[in-house]
T-cell receptor, first 113, second 112 residues
Framework: GENVEQHPSTLSVQEGDSAVIKCTYSDSASNYFPWYKQELGKGPQLIIDIRSNVGEKKDQRIAVTLNKTAKHFSLHITETQPEDSAVYFCAASQRGGADGLTFGKGTHLIIQP | GEEVAQTPKHLVRGEGQKAKLYCAPIKGHSYVFWYQQVLKNEFKFLISFQNENVFDETGMPKERFSAKCLPNSPCSLEIQATKLEDSAVYFC??????????FGSGTQLSVL
């Protein structure tokens, strides 16, 4: 089955700086890679996703890049703000989400004022 | 509805008691998923449905866990004879066919 590794487990950055979270996956058949943000006491919220036919996707301060050859993908957050503090999860799926997601173990992002 | 609704928010059970969790998926979504999130943030896939049919149940501890998604009713996840290690947050998610997963806010199950 699929295995998703996520690094780092904790990331502390100064407000206004950029944050990068990296994930690798094992199954070359995976073709859908979402990122979720989870705040304390809440469910995961989809923030951005990318499919394997695209190398990069941007949405305002958030971007995701995908390297299919190396089987890794990354989340980039620019101009970080206090409200970006949360746990971020990457995930992978083989059928665009229809067969569910395999999650990484999460990155606790701390934005220092 | 426009969001996945999970009830109850919190559930406390003594070891050996039964627990039943409910999930109303987003209207029009044909896939429903159940995940278990334990203390260290890890998500464990339990089961998925396509409409009322089980799609994938490879993550279910079948001896004590069961789930249903019946027409015109909320989906449910039932745990018979709960154990201490069942303490976790249980998330339900729904998805249109082959699309993005949208999660509910979870049910915190505490087994004492």
């Amino acid at each position: 089955g699929e295995n998703v590794e996520q690094h780092p487990s904790t990331l502390s950055v100064q407000e206004g700086d950029s944050a990068v979270i990296k994930c690798t996956y094992s199954d070359s058949a995976s073709n859908y890679f979402p990122w979720y943000k989870q705040e304390l006491g809440k469910g995961p919220q989809l923030i951005i996703d990318i499919r394997s036919n695209v190398g990069e996707k941007k949405d305002q301060r958030i971007a995701v890049t995908l390297n299919k050859t190396a089987k890794h993908f990354s989340l980039h957050i620019t101009e970080t703000q206090p409200e970006d503090s949360a746990v971020y999860f990457c995930a992978a799926s083989q059928r665009g989400g229809a067969d569910g997601l395999t999650f990484g173990k999460g990155t606790h992002l701390i934005i220092q004022p | 509805g426009e969001e996945v609704a999970q009830t109850p928010k919190h559930l406390v059970r003594g070891e050996g008691q039964k627990a039943k969790l409910y999930c109303a998926p987003i209207k029009g979504h044909s896939y429903v998923f159940w995940y278990q999130q334990v203390l260290k943030n890890e998500f464990k896939f339990l089961i998925s449905f396509q409409n009322e049919n089980v799609f994938d149940e490879t993550g279910m501890p079948k001896e004590r866990f069961s789930a249903k998604c019946l027409p015109n009713s909320p989906c449910s996840l039932e745990i018979q004879a709960t154990k201490l290690e069942d303490s976790a947050v249980y998330f339900c998610a729904s998805s249109p066919a082959g699309g993005k997963l949208f999660f509910g806010s979870g049910t915190q199950l505490s087994v004492l």
